[in-house]
Nanobody
Framework: VQLVESGGGLVQPGGSLRLSCAAS????????MGWYRQAPGMQRELVAA???????SYADSVKVRFTVSRDNAKNTVYLQMNSLKPEDTAVYYC???????????????WGQGTQVTVSS
């Protein structure tokens, strides 16, 4: 199983970016998917998460500005980031809570991360 993120880059304050994370491999079912970020010298923190049914949760710092969504048919989760601020600069990671076979154990997989830099 692999999770591959894309869409990071350099953006000016107030700008927007859309991150994508596609899961591939022998997957039976994906339960929750989420986005985390880690700034230099800081702990990794939850940014947003979405269940298989579409329920979402957000860190207080990104509410209103960020939107998480998913396409279950494509095993892909998205993070639309608007009104970006310099303090949003970090490496963004996605994860997926999934099972490989029916009735099997659930595992948490992580992507490799994508850099988001907000600077003028």
């Amino acid at each position: 199983v692999q999770l591959v993120e894309s869409g990071g880059g350099l953006v000016q304050p107030g700008g927007s970016l859309r991150l994508s994370c596609a899961a591939s491999g022998s997957i039976f079912k994906i339960y929750a998917m989420g986005w985390y970020r880690q700034a230099p010298g800081m702990q990794r923190e939850l940014v947003a998460a979405i269940t298989s049914g579409g329920s979402t949760s957000y860190a207080d710092s990104v509410k209103v500005r960020f939107t998480v969504s998913r396409d279950n048919a494509k095993n892909t989760v998205y993070l639309q980031m608007n009104s970006l601020k310099p303090e949003d600069t970090a490496v963004y990671y996605c994860n997926a809570d999934l099972s490989l076979v029916a009735g099997g154990l659930r595992y948490l997989f992580w992507g490799q991360g994508t850099q988001v830099t907000v600077s003028s």
